[in-house]
């Protein structure tokens, strides 16, 4: 079992930045693979960037450019970094891992509780 939780969202007009954060614990030596998915209200989950236990990151085109993907082993912790955020970028992060790389489709098999962020105009 993997446990997965996030934080760091919160609301930040247009243009600002946040980072979120999503510690792991558990069986996670056997995850390489995670990704961070947003869901806005009436929407469909869909994932936003992705990386592997080396290090290859993938990314939405939505976001591209704006927001980094990183990871610390040390601290079993997954990151986001968000930039020039947008009003767009309104919806509910989560964390997801598995050990099977899905890339930025939502198969994934452990998933965090979400941390809102809300951007607004």
């Known amino acids: 079992q993997v446990q997965l939780v996030e934080s760091g969202g919160g609301s930040v007009q247009s243009g600002g930045s946040l980072r979120l954060s999503c510690a792991a614990s558990g069986d996670i030596y056997s995850m390489s693979y995670m990704g961070w998915f947003r869901q806005a209200p009436g929407k469909e989950r869909e994932g936003v960037a992705t990386i592997d236990s080396i290090g290859s990151r993938g990314y939405a085109d939505s976001v591209k450019g704006r927001f980094t993907i990183s990871q610390d082993k040390a601290k079993n912790t997954l990151y986001l970094q968000m930039n020039s955020l947008k009003s767009e970028d309104t919806a509910m992060y989560y964390c997801?891992?598995?050990?099977?790389?899905?890339?930025?489709?939502?198969?994934?098999?452990?998933w965090g509780q979400g941390t809102q962020v809300t951007v607004s105009s």
């Open positions: 997801a891992a598995d050990r099977i790389w899905w890339w930025l489709s939502a198969n994934y098999t452990y």
